[in-house]
């Protein structure tokens, strides 16, 4: 069983801060990409940035310049750097794991709880 655990999210005002963490445990062998979704009422999810093995990134274009995804394979975790925060970025914020679960190395995909980020104007 794995899980992912997110923190950092909150209430910041425009302009400021914040940095999301997703935590990766259980049996694990290695993770492949990690991703971060938005979701906010009435809308699909979207996807926000993403990460993979090599650290190669990209970014949905309305966050482009402002936010930045890193990971650190030592401890499981990705995170998600978020600046110059704007009333449009507010949402729940989920992480969304690609992790190698068995010695044979079959990858299965996991969802963290979600954490919610409302940024006021």
């Known amino acids: 069983q794995v899980q992912l655990v997110e923190s950092g999210g909150g209430l910041v005002q425009a302009g400021g801060s914040l940095k999301l963490s997703c935590a990766a445990s259980?049996?694990?062998?290695?993770?492949?990409?990690m991703s971060w979704y938005r979701q906010v009422p009435g809308k699909q999810r979207e996807l926000v940035a993403i990460?993979?093995?090599?650290?190669?990134?990209d970014y949905t274009d309305s966050v482009k310049g402002r936010f930045t995804i890193t990971r650190d394979n030592t401890k499981n975790t990705g995170y998600l750097q978020m600046n110059r925060l704007k009333p449009e970025d507010t949402g729940v914020y989920y992480c969304?794991?690609?992790?190698?679960?068995?010695?044979?190395?079959?990858?299965?995909?996991?969802w963290g709880q979600g954490t919610q980020v409302t940024v006021s104007s």
């Open positions: 990460i993979d093995a090599d650290s190669g990134t």
């Open positions: 259980g049996t694990i062998f290695g993770i492949g990409t």
């Open positions: 969304y794991d690609q992790v190698q679960t068995t010695i044979s190395g079959r990858m299965y995909h996991y």
